[in-house]
């Protein structure tokens, strides 16, 4: 198995919960599976794309943070730094 299709299968897909149940206007929203590091608490990490902004953004969770939690979260989100493809390029 590559290290892509790795990556891929530990993320989830819930860009059509989010879509459905909360009325987010999302592309992509993915959410991995928990990490545990060898201190603290264990997290998972999420990446959202909106319909309106190709940029990727990116939040830590809780590992046991509910839809609901994340619906809340990405409705009140304030984006800081960004990456991706800016109006200029071409």
């Avoid at 990446?47 to 979260?73: G, M, N, Y």
Wanted: aromatic share 8%.
């Amino acid at each position: 198995m590559s290290a892509n299709t790795a990556a891929r299968r530990s993320f989830a897909n819930l860009a059509p919960t989010m879509r459905k149940q909360y009325a987010l206007t999302l592309r992509e929203c993915r959410l991995s599976l928990p990490v545990e590091p060898p201190w603290g608490a264990a997290y998972r990490m999420l990446e959202w794309v909106l319909k309106t902004d190709p940029r990727v953004q990116r939040r830590v969770f809780p590992a046991d943070c509910t839809a609901s939690q994340i619906a809340d979260a990405l409705r009140s989100h304030v984006p800081g730094r960004r990456y991706g493809p800016r109006d200029d390029d071409d």
